[in-house]
């Protein structure tokens, strides 16, 4: 018997081999306490940060020069390739999106999102469009040249959006189903060097919350998914007043309730709480908690909505929380050793 059949719960850590990281790392999840018991690995691809699973499929983007995508079977307890890994023919691809029949990936280094077709068997085909973006920020170094950082469909599956660091811009598009192609339909502007980094939608759909990297901020936008327009409302804070440091915020995850949200911090190597008020246009912060380790690239909510977890790129972990649900504040639970972590995904 499978562990699917068997009713399991599975997550799937990734991490930077060319960091000392195990590639794909397999784990099964306690489904009272969220404890997290590795199963298997796979390093198969290079520098497999982040991944995306659908059914019995698991995508990693390969974040490297060359750049390209890898599809797993997860049936049994470590990753199983199934094939080689595919170029995206672009550089740098840090976050992947599976759309319908096409595997859609952020490519940070090129500026540019990249669709893959996908096969019948889950694996990968050639590349089928891309989109480049053009334009550059106010923050020297970071923002020379546009960097689309995260890629994924809106709850309503009508849009795709892509979120540029470098250029400060979300863009709205709209995938072909049948070709693969990307048609830009509206780019948003927020304010210039925030550089946002990846955005999460509230859970009614109508509000999404943009996470500013370069300026530990929050963008609270209304979504309208019937014209597919994001319209920037306000900017809140993720770290406390008077923080000091670097603060370079990594990730953002909104409750399932729509109540809170918990923002990745870098740098103060903290996770911040938010409270959301009932119409979803405002966010205030209530606290910030440290995260158990070092450098948080990644921040999940586990599948209870109960856990979170956070995956400490630079000190080689990934701990876990159990979430007030009245206050929404984590309290540390556990951790496993995960070399480079980068992110975790959960089936």
């Keep these: 018997m499978d562990d699917t059949q068997a009713g399991r719960r599975r997550a799937y850590i990734g991490s930077f081999t060319s960091a000392g990281g195990r590639g794909v ?24 940060s982040f991944l995306a699973l659908d059914g019995h499929v698991l995508y990693a983007v390969s974040e490297t020069e060359q750049g390209a995508a890898a599809a797993f079977d997860v049936t049994g307890p470590e990753p199983r390739p199934l094939g080689a890994p595919v170029p995206v023919d672009a550089a740098g691809p840090t976050h992947l999106a599976v759309v319908g029949r096409c595997l859609l990936t952020a490519d940070y280094t090129s500026g540019s999102v990249t669709s893959l077709a996908r096969t019948a068997d889950g694996g990968l085909g050639p590349v089928l469009g891309r989109l480049r973006h053009e334009g550059s920020g106010p923050v020297a170094g970071r923002q ?22 470098g250029t400060d811009t979300v863009t709205v ?59 920037p409302l306000t900017e809140t804070p993720v770290v406390p007043e008077g923080a000091t440091g670097p603060q370079y915020p990594s990730e953002v995850v ?78 540390l639970a556990g951790s496993i050793p995960a070399p480079a972590a980068s992110c975790v995904v959960f089936g």
């Excluded at 790392?25 to 497999?48: M, Q």
């Excluded at 546009?146 to 979120?163: E, F, I, K, T, Y």
């Excluded at 959301?276 to 246009?281: A, N």
Aim: proline share 10%.
């Design 25 to 48: 790392i397999a784990a099964e999840v306690d489904p009272g306490s969220g404890a997290l018991t590795v199963t298997g690995t796979s390093d198969a691809v290079a520098d497999p």
């Design 173 to 231: 598009s709209v995938l072909a189903p049948a070709t693969g192609a990307l048609r830009p339909h509206r780019a948003t502007a927020l304010r210039p060097g925030t550089g946002p980094r990846h955005l999460a939608f509230h859970p009614a759909g109508g509000h999404a919350y943009v996470l500013n990297e370069l300026e530990p901020t929050l963008t609270v936008c209304r979504w309208d998914a019937e014209a597919g327009v994001l319209t």
């Design 254 to 331: 909104a409750a399932p309730d729509g109540r809170f949200l918990w923002a990745a911090v870098r740098g103060g190597d903290t996770l911040a709480v938010l409270a959301l008020d009932p119409t979803g246009e405002s966010a205030r912060l209530v606290t910030s908690v440290p995260c158990g380790g070092h450098w948080p690239r990644d921040l999940t909510l586990g599948p209870s909505g109960r856990h979170l977890y956070a995956a400490n790129e630079r000190s080689g972990d990934v701990t876990w929380f159990t979430v007030d649900p009245q206050t929404g504040i984590p309290a």
């Design 144 to 165: 020379d040249g546009p960097h689309a950082h995260q890629v994924l469909p809106d709850p309503s599956g009508r849009w795709v959006l892509d979120v540029d660091l």
